[in-house]
């Protein structure tokens, strides 16, 4: 089944909240319940007012109720709302504006390659400063048109390439450093294909996988950012490579490619719901 998720806001007088628990109901379902459990400061304050809730169906309407309990004890259920989740899963183009001089984009903004006759020059002051958001220096790196800042989101990536060439696909946020490959600062994480050898980057730490990828010439990556596990995930034919930990203070990331001395091509698949291999 496929899956969606929403943030619930919740207002109250001022107390030192150890948790909520939440009633939540798909219309013509059942009620189900769980408990969120509430971060402290060291004073013992409550540092959240809010609760993310996952694992829900698109396009659905639940009705949801809250009560929280403290010291004092539990409060009553608060007056039931009802939210509709979103219809679409997460869709994207590549953003222009960042992309490296050297990359050439299609048309409809969802491939990418680099292009043949770019030829690496010294630039000066004045020209850095029109390349704005773009990457520069030797990393040919371009970012999604989307921050991806809550709930689970899930693309694709097919890969098209000839001979032992290099790639990386991944996220970063959306100030990363330009002037840096994927994977090699505190703001970007990804996975990088030499060949048929998969690695993972991130703050320029390597991450070796045991499996040796298919010698194919396309392949096709899966990649699943969840919020709410706080995990970036990388498949391949529906079996994990990589799993990263994201740490909570990160909060708004965008999908990253990098195609720095690479003659790949590479092709993003939008749009799509989380798939089953996943919820099971």
Same mark, same amino acid.
């Given at each position: 089944? !496929?899956?969606?998720?929403?943030? &619930?806001?919740?207002?109250? /007088? ?11 109901? +798909?219309?013509? @379902?059942?009620?189900?319940?769980? *408990?969120?459990? $509430? ?29 929280? =309990?403290?010291?004092?004890? =539990? ?15 997460? /869709?994207?183009?590549?953003?222009? /504006?960042?992309?490296? +001089?050297?990359?050439? &984009?299609?048309?409809? @903004? ?14 000066? $002051? ?19 048109? $989307? ?21 990386? %696909? ?7 450093? *330009?002037?840096?490959?994927? @994977? ?12 048929? =050898? ?24 899966? %990649? ?7 995990? &970036? ?16 203070? $990160?909060?708004? &990331? ?16 939008? @749009?799509?719901? %989380?798939?089953?291999?996943? !919820?099971?």
């Amino acid at each position: 089944m !496929n899956r969606n998720g929403v943030m &619930l806001s919740v207002n109250h /007088e001022p107390c030192d909240v150890k948790w909520y628990d939440v009633a939540y109901q +798909p219309i013509n @379902g059942q009620w189900m319940t769980m *408990r969120w459990e $509430v971060m402290a400061d060291q004073s013992g304050a409550s540092l959240e007012d809010h609760i993310h809730l996952g694992n829900l169906d698109y396009d659905c309407e639940y009705y949801f109720c809250v009560c929280m =309990t403290n010291v004092a004890g =539990t409060s009553p259920w608060s007056q039931t709302v009802a939210v509709k989740t979103k219809t679409v899963a997460t /869709e994207f183009i590549l953003n222009e /504006e960042t992309a490296h +001089p050297a990359l050439l &984009l299609s048309e409809d @903004g969802k491939t990418v390659k680099r292009r043949e006759d770019y030829i690496h020059k010294k630039m000066k $002051v004045s020209e850095k400063i029109q390349l704005g958001m773009r990457f520069v220096r030797n990393v040919h790196c371009i970012l999604g048109d $989307v921050i991806l800042s809550d709930d689970a989101h899930y693309w694709e990536v097919e890969a098209s390439q000839s001979g032992a060439t290099s790639y990386a %696909i991944g996220v970063a946020t959306a100030d990363c450093h *330009r002037n840096q490959q994927l @994977g090699t600062n505190k703001s970007s994480w990804c996975l990088e294909i030499m060949g048929i =050898t998969a690695r993972g980057y991130h703050n320029d730490r390597c991450t070796r996988i045991k499996h040796n990828l298919e010698c194919n010439s396309t392949r096709r990556f899966g %990649i699943l950012l969840d919020y709410q596990r706080r995990a &970036l995930e990388f498949f391949y034919k529906e079996k994990l490579l990589l799993s990263y930990a994201v740490n909570a203070k $990160v909060t708004d &990331l965008c999908p990253a490619f990098d195609l720095t001395n690479s003659s790949a091509k590479l092709s993003i698949i939008t @749009g799509l719901k %989380i798939p089953e291999f996943l !919820n099971t």
